[in-house]
């Protein structure tokens, strides 16, 4: 039996040793350059949003494709979708910079997660966190601000593109071709573009309704149970939504809002719920009738979902009312809500051959200035209506304890506490 001389081994324990230790700095010098690049990265998408590229020797589209890391990461994890729009401003006087008015304008006019950067000279960027059927709308309202803000800045002049993750792509760069093509399908009679998106789930679902209808005329005597069988879906939407209004029924609010704002919590996010009567509605019903007051509060709902996102839930509250659940801050909240005030008393609402108008009263409460869960906040934002209501103040308020604690609000019983 052969056996390792003590020389022979002490060599080898040397060696391993050597090894061991040559193992551990390189495990500790790839671990120190990934938190180095971690940080570097932060730091990078805390300075896109302050300095322009230049400053911080980086080319707009290096920013823009961090940016766009971030975002597509952020939203494959928590399966949302988001948009990008590339606002371009051909012959615009100065060059696009980070510090431009151009940039204020558009972040003064988002939301405070909504990213801002530029792509080239006559080229902002605008990611936004929403569904891809707010992109124009939302859009459309950023334009009209800049117009406001900055007079040589035109609807006619300004061209938008905008493409939606995941519908037009899963990378960056198909994203950003995608919103380049869109901006060249721009016309001055259509400013703002974004291209369909083919959903292949409904191509295949309107093949299926196609074959069933073939069948249906084939067998006139098939049961009413299958040829229904396929409408689900839309039994499914009838039960959680009102009739008139198109949103969520007071039943259904409690549920959903209660969902949505755990969620918001637990991704420690600001959020803001918008208690808001509809003024008048007793004097329409008794001499217009029930179905001019039902015609008001469908025109009143739907300047609700123009001026809101896809993923602010809107509910029908108690008969004359609407909560909203929103995630912005408070000083968004207090813009959103005066621009729907402003919209609500100048829109005409149509019933027959008549047309109405009426105003809404809104009490704001905000996650987390003035409540941890719901229920708070639903108390803060009545008390609020009801001071506004019994003081005819027919506007938008933001709870103050001072003023709204000395009103007794009773909860509706669909509201309720989130205890944790």
Known sequence: MYLFSPTIAAQLDLISSVFGIIAAIAVSFITITLVASYYRFQNIV???????????????????????????????????????????????????????????????????????????????????????????????????????????????????????????????????????????????????????????????????????????????????????????????????????????????????????????????????????????MDHIARFHGAEAADDVMAGVSRVLQENMRADDLIGRHEKYAFLVLLQCSLDEAEIIGKRITSCVQQAEFKSENKKLKTTITLGVATYPDHGRNLHHLYLAGQRVLDHSRANDIRAYAVYDPEIHDKVQTKPIKSIKAINE
């Open 46 to 280: 805390q300075q896109a949003e302050e300095l322009d590229p230049t400053e911080m020797g980086a080319a707009p589209k290096e920013i823009l494709r961090v940016q766009l890391a971030r975002y597509l990461a952020g939203s494959a994890r928590r399966g949302t979708s988001f948009s990008i729009a590339l606002i371009r401003i051909p012959g615009y006087f100065h060059p696009i910079r980070i510090d431009s008015p151009v940039i204020a304008g558009i972040r003064k006019a988002a939301r405070r997660g909504d990213i801002s950067c530029v792509l080239d000279d006559e080229t902002a960027v605008l990611l936004i966190e929403s569904e891809p059927e707010d992109g124009v709308t939302i859009l459309t309202r950023i334009i009209q601000s800049l117009e406001a803000e900055i007079s040589d800045v035109s609807m006619g002049q300004a061209r938008v593109g905008i493409a939606s993750y995941p519908g037009h792509g899963l990378s960056g760069k198909d994203l950003t071709d995608a919103a380049l093509d869109a901006i060249g399908k721009t016309t001055p009679e259509e400013p703002i573009h974004m291209l369909e998106i083919v959903d292949l789930d409904d191509d295949e679902e309107d093949e299926e309704g196609d074959e069933a209808a073939e069948e249906a005329v084939d067998e006139p005597e098939a049961e009413e149970s299958d040829r229904t069988s396929k409408g689900w879906k839309e039994r499914r939407k009838n039960s959680i939504l009102d009739e008139v209004t198109g949103v969520l029924k007071p039943s259904a609010v409690s549920a959903y809002m209660q969902r949505t704002m755990s969620e918001m919590r637990r991704k420690k996010q600001t959020a803001a719920l918008f208690c808001i009567g509809v003024n008048n």
